[in-house]
């Protein structure tokens, strides 16, 4: 695979200023996620959730939090947007290191994410987690892979932003350095049962999350950054009215 993509960064190409940049990843690839990876990401869930117990005990088990996300024909790319549930009383952001595995379960690329969340309806029962984190427009992917032999240790500064107006009505940053579990093993858990002929991404978890006041609206625009791997933008809409515009 290295020496393939090798030689297709080297022929040459049509300019990007006359292409559409999509999210990378094929209609039918799974994207998957963690939970509770960071200990910002644990007193988060604790803060919001009823049943805050659930979230301690996931954090220091062996087997960690591992959710289906989107399929790759729900993921959108930079600059497309995001969703709000209309259901929704609390939505966030996540920003999130994507991992981008084959199907040997190695590990060969990076990419940035944003794993979009109702906090409102995970925090009023943890079972309503597919609601809350599975729904059209609700993942977003940046438009770029690195791959992994042209990062020399995978460890990233993490940092997003909320915009409102001309307003930064959010803002926070963190480091993979701060992971409670190894990349490694996350792909393990996950390839320990599911076989994944094309691969998969898996989403690393969210190292930040905004305060219980501080929810996603309309007209809003996410930024996120990841050093070495580069950003993710996306403009927020109301999920109706995106399936307006779509018709």
């Known amino acids: 695979m290295r020496a393939q993509i090798s030689a297709a960064l080297n022929e040459p190409g049509t300019p990007l200023a006359d292409v559409e940049l999509l999210a990378p990843v094929d209609p039918d690839t799974e994207v998957w996620a963690a939970g509770v990876t960071y200990e910002r990401s644990l007193d988060a869930r604790v803060l919001e959730s009823s049943q805050g117990d659930v979230y301690s005990r996931v954090y220091d088990a062996d087997r960690p939090e591992l959710f289906f996300k989107a399929i790759g024909w729900r993921v959108v790319a930079d600059g497309e947007p995001i969703a709000v549930r209309g259901d929704s009383t609390l939505t966030v952001p996540e920003p999130e290191l994507a991992l981008v595995v084959n199907s040997a379960a190695q590990i060969v690329g990076y990419a940035v994410a ?7 309806i995970e925090g009023a029962n943890p079972l309503y987690l597919p609601q809350a984190k599975m729904y059209d427009s609700s993942c977003a992917l940046s438009t770029a892979i690195t791959p992994s032999w042209e ?20 803002s926070a940053s963190t480091s993979t350095a701060r992971m409670h ?40 625009v996410v930024t996120i950054d990841i050093d070495g791997l580069g950003s993710l933008t996306n403009p927020v809409r109301r999920r109706a009215e995106l399936s307006a515009i779509r018709g």
Not at 114 to 120: C, L, Q, Y
Not at 151 to 170: A, M
Not at 197 to 215: E, Q
């Open 151 to 170: 990062v020399e240790s995978p460890v990233f500064d993490i940092s997003c932003e909320i915009r409102r107006g001309t307003s930064v009505i959010w």
């Open 114 to 120: 944003n794993d979009v969340t109702s906090r409102s």
């Open 181 to 220: 579990r190894a990349l490694e093993d996350l792909v393990s858990a996950l390839y320990a049962e599911i076989t994944f002929p094309a691969g998969a991404f898996l989403l690393t978890g969210a190292g930040i999350v905004p305060d219980l006041d501080v929810t996603l609206e309309a007209g809003d």
